[in-house]
């Protein structure tokens, strides 16, 4: 059982889990603030309810690439980042897109919008944070709305780029199949999505079986495995065929290649998770 399945367990509330981590945090946030060592655009050490905070400028750096090496991303595109968190890649994309560019973020966790809000809009008229009220046991148990009934809160044909780091890794069939269909109404024509997945594979079972994988999935549904049966959203992995055939009834057309990621204990990669790139299909 990691650390992350076990602080579920002991505190099951996120708000409580959050409260934790901020008195923890309280000295060295306090200090980096007095002292004005911590980036203004960057949260306090108790808000990072998502992981990755240790390396987050080489990742988020690593990402931009691919955002503009595979996705074609221009700095006066429109973005739509899917699962913002607390706006760790706005960070990033504030020094990138221009004024005529513009980025959106939607999370379902209110206290990371309203300090992205605060911190990183307040500064780049060009950038907004959106919460999206949906249910989730542990992240927002009062939440209105279904992932598998959610829409996408924009018009039509809205952005040229749209991305979902880290969040397909956490979503079951019934949501990622919505989700795509929600990234192919908003995304214009000539558009193009990057995803962020584990996808399940011959090769990546074998590597799991064979003790290779840094995650320990378990099979729980018919195109989903995941690590924590009690707290199946920890992780998700989902089987590639589905996934790519999802996108396709989607009228979304996965990219060649798929960019495969270490996760599962492969020789060969290009990150750590699984990337694909996803564009309209005609």
């Not at 990072?48 to 988020?60: C, I, L, Q, T």
């Not at 996934?243 to 990219?255: E, G, N, R, V």
């Amino acid at each position: 059982m990691n650390i992350r399945s076990m602080a579920k367990r002991l505190l099951p509330g996120f708000n409580s889990r959050l409260a934790v981590r901020r008195v923890i945090n309280l000295p060295r946030d306090t200090f980096e603030r007095l002292t004005g060592r911590r980036d203004p655009l960057v949260p306090p050490h108790g808000l990072w309810f998502v992981g990755g905070e240790a390396d987050y400028k080489r990742v988020n750096q690593e990402y931009l690439g691919y955002f503009v090496d595979f996705g074609g991303l221009k700095p006066e595109h429109r973005v739509l980042d899917v699962g913002c968190g607390v706006g760790i890649m706005a960070s990033s994309l504030a020094s990138f897109l221009s004024p005529q560019g513009s980025y959106v973020g939607f999370d379902i966790v209110r206290v990371g919008i309203d300090w992205a809000e605060k911190n990183i809009a307040s500064r780049f008229p060009n950038f907004s944070f959106v919460h999206a009220d949906i249910f989730n046991k542990h992240y927002n148990p009062r939440g209105k709305l279904t992932s598998a009934s959610f829409r996408f809160p924009f018009e039509d044909a809205t952005f040229d780029f749209v991305f979902t780091k880290s969040v397909f890794t956490h979503l079951l069939p019934d949501s990622i199949q919505r989700y795509l269909q929600e990234i192919r109404r908003v995304l214009k024509p000539t558009g193009s999505c990057l995803a962020t997945l584990f996808l399940m594979n011959s090769e990546t079972t074998d590597l799991i079986d064979r003790g290779e994988s840094s995650l320990n999935f378990l099979a729980f549904l018919e195109d989903a495995w995941v690590v924590d049966k009690k707290f199946p959203e920890t992780a998700v992995g989902i089987s590639q065929s589905s996934f790519l055939q999802w996108c396709k009834d989607s009228a979304l057309t996965p990219q060649i290649p798929v960019h495969y990621g270490s996760w599962c204990g492969r020789e060969n990669y290009l990150s750590y998770q699984d990337i694909v790139l996803l564009k309209p299909t005609p």
